[in-house]
């Protein structure tokens, strides 16, 4: 038999002034199942608390009702009382008098009667609660970090220093992603490779992290503290174990004519090669698609040259099974393809470059060893313009959002232009000047006042190429009011920031949401910034939104705190309400499998006594389910309840309105 | 009798000789009736007819453990019942390999088809099956009513409802191990032949067919009291073609209708 | 609000309808607490049920409240695209776009089913959705013509 026990709380005033307290506690009174109802003043005092732990032990209650504020106010509280008075924490409700009724009501007559109304149903539903406990869910205390760029280094190095295991995993040859590629950093004017390879260094050499380079994620399964990925470890052809990164195979391989990616392809490289000299690991691979003794079966210099017969042609890709209880993706981003726009040239004009061939070109290590020299003949260019938001705030052809890092590059584009060339003209083309950050106003304006960069406010509607070389941009000053035409020798796009291409795949295996743009979705744009939609999911850097450096250390930081937390407990503790399978009704008909938003309803085999599946129903993973209970309003045959929120729960609810 | 029925025989025979199929599930002709034949043996697919006349949808035979113990089978289909085969793969009961189709239509046999070649013949060749036109007259005048006009033209169609369940039982798309109707933790439909009870279990009867009804028409035929079962499933089909674009029973990999959603789903009556 | 919506009252002297609302925790209940909080009067016939999402609303739900005699049956949730659990508002919707056209069709009329997106922040919304939906099912009077009510024997 149900002993069940309402307080009913005043709030002070709060309800008391429109609820007579005391009417709706005699009336709770009479409910059947009812053995105690009582009133007080501020039930959530220490007093309050304990009259309901007293009433709890002495009355031996099976459930209480707390008639008082919103269960977002003090459902803990109250659970936490009725726990310590050794009654299960889910058989205590409360019925919202004070938002729903006392405050939003005048009459008292009235309201009381409401409170009683939401009383009775509470009453009712609690009556049907049953004892549940806090699913425990055991976590694999290794973090998975995808994208060894500054986000995925900072988020692996701050969860390495906090005492837990990182898998590092890079799909190019070396970590270090963009930043590596960048000359100077704004707004300090600090050599990016200065600051950054000392991390890269500590990084691959940290006891806690575990590089993997040159692989990709394949596959990933299980949920929130067991996951379990598939990383593809590319071919090398070059083990890693032997060689000594000397060298001698680069400089010998016959084939050096290969675009270099890490020059935004205005460097050369050969078919064995590393990224770049400060590469880590600094251990070089094979460029299947180039090396004639992969593609055609000859040459064999490198293999011939090694002196630690590293070089192995037979080389196969591998798939690495790893276990891990939480995953950060920073896997950044890339820049937009600005062929897209035919009045720029639609990608042929060679001396029209994006933001990354002018980092490779100020760049000392680069391919000009930082003289800025124009691809099309290597010339000083003595005029450049800078065209900002080249793809960016056009909804039309390009992305609709502003990619916010580029006013910021772009100044510094023209700042080291201008320390380069002395007598260059740099033109900076800008719909607003978007500078907001520590110090970045100032640095715009130095730009501007002290490097003599001319700023030019409005769009370019077209660049061609005259016959003797010069580039011709034509623009409009918006704030003279009138047109522009310059006679440039090189131009710089400062192109979108759009997500790695094929990130949406990514996001797929790991249960994370996509926006329009392919930028992965934060659980809450404001409160849950780095966690996702899947639980034990982060998120670290450009691959949410376009980011600058700082933001995304501070990002990929936030992630390793949030990593630390979830490892800092062996077990994790989930909130018990979740979907139920009855397994006997269950008739496989998948629709619930199909409408989870977390894949928590699985395939389940039933097998019998020789291991032959008798059938097959739907099961729900404990640690992927959130509690929605859209598989059970789907599911026909009523096979699947949700603890908490039962079928007889509400339909007790239901019923007691009538 | 359509006029090839002997190239059916001979089909069904050549399967269970070949020992392809262990069970052929077709008509046969009992009086002025048309009943299902379950053939096992070569030598008994003498009996095994078509005509128009063969209205029941023998995939709703598929659920059960007798015929299912027999897979692989083969199936005498018409169009609609190709339809519900479809469905019953996308919502995984059967799978390529247990069901082979001999399919049939009111011109004849059209030959034997695994599940992948029945949905190509179905999207090939049927792809526009037209609703019956008294159906939607009947449709637009009940639509014209007031509402209160509809609600008595149903409680009277509803009213002579016994709830024997004829037409869950002669509907392949009701495999439900235990019907919602027969829950009784919570009984959220009332089992007793009155007004409330049968308002509900029709309603809810016609709404789990959302996105899933082939409107082959067996469940009103089953039904020994008349009720217009069809004018509710049409209305149904219509609206899910209208709303969501999605045909029932086409596609053997189909999402389910009601359990997926497009972010641009109408929802002008949501304020 | 609330006297415009006492005025309304005519098709039946004293009639206070019974309107069941069907709403999700995290939206239109934080909707409703925030009414609360910032003291925004409304009418009160309104019983809320509250379910953590909008996807676990079965349309069994409806009929039962109906069933037990509500005039009106409200449903609220989060907006497209603030759905807590990111999708269920939109399986959600699926389920009503079919059967609330069902419904029409047995008869069941306008002005008897109410469906609103309420956020977290719209406690005004919130407020003025319960005044008109009561102002609009008082007009209607008595859900005299309820195909799913159960009779007294």
């Known amino acids: 038999m149900a002993r069940i026990g309402v307080f009913i709380c005043h709030c002070g005033e709060n309800i008391g002034r429109t609820v007579d307290c005391a009417a709706v506690a005699q009336e709770s009174a009479k409910l059947p199942g009812v053995v105690v109802s009582l009133d007080y003043k501020y039930m959530c005092s220490d007093p309050g608390q304990q009259m309901i732990k007293n009433a709890i032990a ?7 009702v707390v008639a008082a504020c919103s269960p977002r106010m003090h459902e803990t509280t109250f659970r936490r009382a009725a726990a310590e008075a050794g009654l299960n924490p889910y058989l205590l409700e409360m019925a919202n008098l004070r938002e729903h009724c006392s405050w939003v009501h005048e009459d008292r007559p009235i309201a009381t009667g409401k409170a009683v109304d939401l009383v009775r149903v509470m009453v009712e539903k609690v009556k049907r609660n049953r004892a549940l406990y806090p699913i425990q869910v055991n976590v694999e205390p290794t973090a998975m970090v995808v994208g060894g760029g500054i986000a995925g280094i900072q988020a692996a190095l701050d969860i ?22 960048l000359s100077e950093t704004f707004p300090t004017l600090d050599c990016s490779q200065c600051i950054l390879t000392p991390r890269m260094v500590e990084a691959a050499s940290h006891p806690n992290i575990t590089l993997m380079t040159y692989s990709e994620v394949e596959a990933v399964d299980g949920f929130i503290g067991n996951f379990e ?16 990164g000397c060298g001698s195979c680069y400089t010998k391989c016959p084939q050096k004519k290969i675009p270099s990616e890490f020059d935004a392809l205005l460097g050369k490289r050969s078919a064995i090669y590393t990224p770049f000299p400060q590469a880590v690991p600094n251990k070089p691979v094979i460029d299947a698609e180039h090396c004639t003794m992969l593609t055609k079966g000859k040459c064999g210099v490198c293999k011939k040259i090694c002196p630690r017969d590293a070089i192995n042609y037979e080389d196969k890709d591998e798939l690495v099974k790893v276990k891990v209880g939480a995953i950060v993706l920073a896997t950044g981003f890339e820049l937009w393809d600005h062929s897209k726009y035919g009045e720029y040239g639609g990608g042929r004009l060679v001396d029209v470059i994006d933001g990354f061939q002018f980092e490779r070109l100020a760049s000392a290590s680069g391919p000009t060893a930082g003289e800025i020299r124009r691809p099309s003949d290597g010339q000083v260019p003595h005029t450049v313009v800078f065209i900002q938001c080249c793809g960016s705030r056009d909804e039309k052809q390009g992305m609709a959002y502003c990619s916010k890092i580029c006013c910021m590059y772009t100044a510094k584009h023209a700042m080291l232009y201008r320390h380069k060339v002395h007598d260059g003209r740099a033109v900076v083309f800008y719909m607003d000047i978007r500078a907001a950050g520590k110090g970045y106003d100032e ?19 077209r660049i061609y190429r005259r016959a003797d070389g010069k580039l011709i941009v034509r623009g409009a000053d918006t704030l003279a009011g009138r047109p522009v035409s310059i006679e440039a020798d090189l131009v710089v796009l400062a192109d979108a920031v759009v997500p790695r291409k094929g990130g949406e795949k990514l996001a797929q295996m790991c249960g994370v949401g996509y926006d329009t743009n392919g930028f992965y979705s934060e659980a809450h744009p404001k409160l849950r910034p780095v966690e996702t939609a899947a639980a034990g999911v982060f998120l670290a850097g450009a691959c949410q939104a376009p980011k600058d450096i700082p933001d995304t250390v501070a990002q990929a930081s936030a992630c390793a705190a949030k990593v630390l937390g979830l490892f800092a407990a062996p077990k994790l503790e989930r909130e018990p309400i979740v979907a139920r399978v009855n397994q006997n009704l269950c008739v496989h008909c998948r629709a619930c499998i199909n409408t989870c938003p977390y894949g928590a309803t699985q395939d389940r085999e039933i097998k019998d006594r020789q291991g032959n599946v008798v059938k097959v129903v739907a099961e729900v993973n404990e640690g992927l389910c959130q509690g929605c209970g859209t598989c059970v309003a789907i599911c026909r045959s009523n096979a699947i309840d949700l603890d908490g929120f039962t079928d007889e729960q509400i339909f007790a609810e239901i019923a007691t309105l009538e | 009798m359509v006029a090839n029925i002997n190239e059916i025989q001979s089909a069904a025979a050549a399967l269970l000789n070949e020992g392809k199929v262990k069970l052929v599930l077709g008509y046969r002709v009992r009086g002025n009736d048309r009943v299902p034949a379950f053939v096992t043996q070569a030598d008994q697919v003498g009996c095994l007819a078509y005509d128009s006349a063969c209205t029941q949808n023998l995939a709703a035979y598929l659920r059960k453990g007798e015929v299912r113990s027999r897979m692989p089978l083969a199936v005498v289909a018409r169009p609609e019942v190709m339809r519900s085969l479809m469905l019953l793969t996308a919502e995984s009961q059967i799978a390529e390999g247990q069901v082979t189709v001999l399919a049939v239509d009111e011109q004849g046999f059209h030959g034997v088809l695994d599940l992948a070649g029945t949905a190509k013949l179905l999207n090939e060749q049927y792809a526009r099956i037209a609703p019956d036109s008294s159906l939607m007259e009947q449709l637009a005048k009940i639509e014209a009513m007031t509402p209160q006009e509809r609600s008595a033209f149903w409680s009277e169609q509803f009213e002579p409802c016994t709830r024997c369940y004829a037409c869950r039982a002669a509907c392949p798309g009701c495999f439900c191990e235990r019907c919602i109707v027969e829950m009784n933790t919570p009984q959220w439909i009332s089992t007793a032949a009155e007004s409330h009870g049968n308002f509900a279990w029709h309603m809810i009867r016609a709404f789990h067919q959302a996105g899933r009804c082939v409107e082959c028409g067996a469940c009103q035929d089953a039904c020994p009291q008349g009720i217009p079962l ?41 304020r | 609000m609330t006297q415009a919506t006492t005025q309304t009252e005519t098709k039946a002297e004293g009639f206070e309808p019974r309107i069941v609302a069907f709403v999700c925790n995290w939206c239109t209940y934080a909707g409703a607490d925030l009414a609360g909080t910032s003291r925004l009067q409304y009418a009160p016939h309104v019983r809320i ?20 005699g509500a005039d009106a049956v409200l449903v609220s949730g989060c907006h497209p695209g603030d759905c807590h659990y990111t999708s269920g508002n939109y399986h959600a919707r699926r389920r009503w776009t079919i059967f609330r056209r069902l419904l029409s069709l047995a008869g069941v009329e306008e002005g008897r089913l109410f469906f609103s ?11 003025d959705l319960i005044n008109d939906v009561t102002a609009q099912v008082k007009a209607a009077g008595p859900f005299k013509h309820n195909p799913a009510r159960r009779q007294a024997w």
């Open chain 1, 58 to 64: 002495e009355q031996k209650l099976t459930g209480v």
């Open chain 1, 160 to 181: 390495a220093a906090g005492g837990k295991k990182v898998i590092l995993v890079e799909k190019s040859p070396s970590i270090g992603g963009h930043m590596a590629r």
């Open chain 1, 229 to 244: 990925v598939t990383i593809r470890k590319k071919a090398r052809y070059v083990d890693p174990a032997k060689c000594t």
């Open chain 1, 443 to 461: 640095f715009t304006r130095r730009a501007i006042e002290s490097d003599g960069a001319e700023y030019v406010r409005g769009r370019v509607s």
């Open chain 2, 230 to 270: 069809m004018l509710l499933n049409h209305f149904i089909a219509r609206e899910v073609e209208r709303e969501f674009d999605a045909r029932n029973g086409y596609d053997p990999q189909a999402e389910p209708v009601i359990g997926s959603w497009k972010q641009d789903d109408k929802q002008e009556y949501i």
């Open chain 3, 49 to 68: 049920v509250k379910l953590p999402c909008t996807g676990r609303i079965d349309p069994l739900f409806i009929l039962k409240a109906y069933e037990g």
């Open chain 3, 117 to 127: 997106w309420v956020s977290a922040a719209e406690g005004q919304k919130f407020a």
